[in-house]
């Protein structure tokens, strides 16, 4: 697991969840208590061997960058660490154009420069606002025996809740051969291929794992900004992308 970088994503500007987010970013919002929402991927990650991680961060993240400098302390001997990336401006780039992160997949592009540095086997892309609990080992160990380049987190969930998320269907060995965003009606009515009759669907958690070269190709040859919409569908198309069925709890706070 000391192979497997964790690219924790923090958040655009929250705006479904103010006035909590009037001064703070989403994942610094605090969470029973002392704690907030970053502990949850980042004590995932940690619980789960993952031991080496970049926080990518770019509203409001002052409080944030706070938390994560008290909190996570290594020792000098094994190795780890959580890194915080803030949005900036990098060498060759258009100084008229937009320097902050333009969406998931350019946060994780810009970011791309120091993952090479770490030279991680697989990249666990997480979110820094989704409240479970989950052994990432278990996760990326599915993924390498099934040889996937890259593996989707996702959940079973009824007709009700399919409408709001996003969809895969997946053939009889698990991989994923077609993408839908809110699909509804017949739309969604094809997308069904989960084994449980009470939840046919199954929906993308917005967690991910990529082989390193892998991820690097799709964000070089896909200049589109966004995980889900855009690299995900493309990978389909031309990877093999499977899916990691996940039973426990989960929401996605933002």
């Not at 704690?35 to 926080?55: A, E, T």
């Not at 791309?112 to 160990?141: I, N, Q």
């Not at 993924?143 to 989707?152: L, P, Y």
């Not at 009606?185 to 046919?200: F, I, N, T, V, W």
Request: proline share 5%; glycine share 10%.
């Amino acid at each position: 697991m000391h192979n497997v970088i964790g690219v924790i994503l923090g958040g655009g500007q929250g705006s479904r969840l103010y006035p909590l987010t009037k001064e703070r970013a989403k994942p610094a919002v605090p969470l029973a208590g002392k704690y907030r929402l970053i502990d949850v991927p980042i004590s995932n990650c940690i619980n789960s061997g993952v031991d080496r991680m970049f926080v990518l961060t770019q509203f409001l993240s002052e409080s944030l960058h706070r938390h994560i400098y008290r909190t996570y302390k290594f020792d000098n001997f094994g190795g780890g660490w959580v890194q915080v990336l803030a949005a900036e401006q990098t060498a060759g780039e258009d100084v008229a154009a937009s320097d902050w992160f333009q969406g998931t997949a350019d946060a994780v592009r810009k970011a791309m420069v120091h993952l090479r540095t770490a030279r991680p086997s697989e990249v666990l892309v997480l979110s820094g606002d989704h409240l479970y609990r989950m052994d990432y080992r278990d996760y990326v160990h599915a993924h390498r025996e099934s040889n996937a380049d890259v593996t989707v987190g996702v959940q079973p969930v009824n007709e009700q809740v399919a409408p709001q998320l996003g969809i895969l269907k997946v053939d009889k060995d698990g991989c994923i051969v077609e993408f839908a965003e809110k699909p509804k009606g017949k739309a969604l009515a094809k997308m069904a291929s989960g084994g449980d009759p009470e939840k046919p669907y199954l929906a993308s958690m917005g967690i991910y794992i990529f082989k390193y070269g892998v991820l690097g190709e799709l964000l070089q040859k896909n200049p589109q900004d966004d995980f889900g919409k855009h690299i995900i569908p493309a990978a389909i198309k031309s990877n093999r992308v499977c899916a990691y069925e996940f039973g426990g709890y989960w929401e996605d706070i933002g």
